[in-house]
């Protein structure tokens, strides 16, 4: 099993900055894809960034120049650095993973989120 862990969520002002964090623990052969999703209430969660094993990203359209995703393989951590927030911003952001594991010699690959963190930006 997997867990991921988020965290860096919070209450910030139209035009600040914040960083969030997500772990992933457990039993990790691998970890493909990594990224970010959020949701406002009544709405579908969609999608923020992602980023391959190999660093190449991908952006929704209302975020980019703002938010930045990396990530750190040796620690199984994805980074969202998130500048120039505004109060559209504001929703629960999931960390989203894609985890290969072995179960002997057969390789499995499944699909895991986090809980989620809340972002609240104030205008």
């Known amino acids: 099993q997997v867990k991921l862990v988020e965290s860096g969520g919070g209450l910030v002002q139209a035009g600040g900055s914040l960083r969030l964090s997500c772990a992933a623990s457990g039993s990790i052969f691998k970890i493909n894809a990594m990224g970010w999703y959020r949701q406002t209430p009544g709405k579908q969660r969609e999608l923020v960034a992602t980023?391959?094993?190999?660093?190449?990203?991908n952006y929704a359209d209302s975020v980019k120049g703002r938010l930045t995703i990396s990530r750190d393989n040796a620690k199984n951590t994805v980074y969202l650095q998130m500048n120039s927030l505004e109060p559209e911003d504001t929703a629960v952001y999931y960390c989203?993973?894609?985890?290969?594991?072995?179960?002997?010699?057969?390789?499995?690959?499944?699909?895991?989120w986090g809980q989620g963190t809340q972002v609240t930006v104030s205008s």
């Open positions: 989203n993973a894609d985890v290969g594991y072995l179960s002997g010699r057969v390789y499995y690959a499944t699909n895991y």
């Open positions: 980023i391959t094993s190999n660093g190449s990203t």
